[in-house]
């Protein structure tokens, strides 16, 4: 069982300590009353390992030291902030479930082989799992959800979504989200719907379909657009992130929200008493 080293206080592991989102992490923790940073991951061999995380971020010694001993870190705390990659955050899930500690799972791109693993660890701990934990996107699933409802298939559903050239995964887990949500609306299951990497004489599109469209460039943060295009006119929702700390802020809500909770999956619409809001 995991264990309070501070009493009053949640002990919180963050994985991925070197990446962008994990230094987020980092930061606002270290800033956070009534929270504290109880480990650091990374993955073995990195640089970062055996190193004070706070002085590997550049800054004074924040007492952690970033290890990847994952096992030995996830036992001592009461919660896991994870945004790394597929292949790690299944295993973080076995821990973490092991340990009865809530994982927070912000990493995208998993397989559906991976999905299935995650839920089976989700029998024994609760795991809050979202493409996407700021409150603008998941407010604009049930916007999606609600216009998709609303405009029959003489609008056509395009998700248009842009990030930085780092990113690995494509179509986001955000735009993946607002597919499902449009889907939903319309009644469809996303994967007979969905309309990915158009290229060459693809034909003309197919009425229902709901297309996606990824551009990597630059910084950009995460921006996306759900398109609903009908003749003579067109309706835009669309979400702009600007500043990583919008993800962050929703995690750790996340990682607080699901103290206590039974093992079970959750998402961003549990955590943000948002769930059939616009129903
Ligand atoms: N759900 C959401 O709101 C958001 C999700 N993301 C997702 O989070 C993930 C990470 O994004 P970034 O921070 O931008 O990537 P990043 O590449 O900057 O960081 C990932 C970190 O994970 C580490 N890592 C990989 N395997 C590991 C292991 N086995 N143990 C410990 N650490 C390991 C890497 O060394 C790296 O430092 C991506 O899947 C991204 O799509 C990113 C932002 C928001
Ligand atoms: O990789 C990112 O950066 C982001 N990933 C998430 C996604 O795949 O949608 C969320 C956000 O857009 C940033």
Same mark, same amino acid.
């Given at each position: 069982?995991?264990?309070?080293?501070?009493?009053?206080?949640?002990?919180?592991?963050?994985?991925?300590?070197?990446?962008?989102?994990?230094?987020?992490?980092?930061? +606002?923790?270290?800033?956070? $009353?009534?929270?504290?940073?109880?480990?650091?991951?990374? $993955?073995?061999?990195?640089?970062?390992?055996?190193?004070?995380?706070?002085? %590997?971020?550049?800054?004074?010694?924040?007492?952690?030291?970033?290890?990847?001993?994952?096992?030995?870190?996830?036992?001592? &705390?009461?919660?896991?902030?994870?945004?790394?990659?597929?292949?790690?955050?299944?295993?973080?899930?076995?821990?973490?479930?092991?340990?009865?500690?809530?994982?927070?799972?912000?990493?995208?791109?998993?397989?559906?082989?991976?999905?299935?693993?995650?839920?089976?660890?989700?029998? =024994?701990?609760?795991?809050?799992?979202a493409?996407?934990?700021?409150?603008?996107?998941n407010?604009?699933?049930?916007?999606?959800?609600?216009?998709?409802?609303?405009?029959?298939?003489?609008?056509?559903?395009?998700?248009?979504?842009?990030?930085?050239?780092?990113?690995?995964?494509?179509?986001?887990?955000?735009?993946?989200?607002?597919?499902? %949500?449009? &889907?939903?609306?319309?009644?469809?299951?996303?994967?007979?719907?969905?309309? $990915?990497?158009?290229?060459?004489?693809?034909?003309?599109?197919?009425?229902?379909?709901?297309?996606?469209?990824?551009?990597?460039?630059?910084?950009?943060?995460?921006?996306?657009?759900?398109?609903?295009?009908?003749?003579?006119?067109?309706?835009?929702?669309? =979400?702009?992130?600007?500043?990583?700390?919008?993800?962050?802020?929703?995690?750790?809500?996340?990682? +607080?929200?699901?103290?206590? $909770?039974?093992?079970?999956?959750?998402d961003m619409l549990?955590v943000l008493?948002?769930?059939?809001?616009?129903?």
């Amino acid at each position: 069982m995991s264990e309070t080293a501070t009493p009053g206080t949640t002990g919180i592991v963050v994985t991925g300590a070197s990446g962008r989102m994990g230094q987020m992490l980092i930061r +606002l923790i270290s800033e956070t $009353r009534g929270v504290r940073l109880a480990g650091a991951l990374e $993955r073995a061999g990195h640089d970062w390992i055996g190193q004070d995380v706070g002085a %590997a971020m550049g800054g004074g010694d924040l007492g952690v030291t970033v290890s990847d001993d994952a096992l030995e870190v996830i036992a001592h &705390a009461q919660a896991v902030i994870d945004f790394t990659a597929p292949a790690a955050s299944v295993e973080f899930a076995d821990l973490a479930a092991q340990a009865r500690t809530v994982h927070v799972i912000g990493t995208t791109g998993f397989a559906p082989q991976d999905l299935s693993r995650i839920k089976a660890a989700a029998r =024994h701990a609760a795991i809050v799992r979202a493409g996407n934990m700021s409150m603008g996107v998941n407010l604009l699933t049930q916007l999606t959800r609600q216009v998709a409802a609303a405009l029959d298939e003489d609008f056509d559903i395009e998700i248009v979504e842009a990030h930085h050239n780092q990113k690995v995964d494509a179509p986001s887990g955000t735009a993946l989200m607002l597919g499902e %949500a449009a &889907a939903e609306g319309r009644g469809l299951s996303l994967d007979a719907a969905s309309d $990915r990497g158009r290229d060459g004489i693809t034909g003309k599109r197919k009425r229902g379909d709901i297309g996606f469209t990824a551009i990597r460039g630059g910084d950009i943060v995460g921006e996306h657009d759900v398109l609903f295009a009908g003749a003579g006119e067109r309706v835009t929702l669309r =979400h702009v992130a600007t500043d990583r700390a919008v993800f962050a802020r929703g995690a750790l809500k996340a990682a +607080l929200w699901g103290q206590g $909770r039974p093992p079970g999956e959750y998402d961003m619409l549990d955590v943000l008493g948002m769930r059939g809001a616009s129903a």
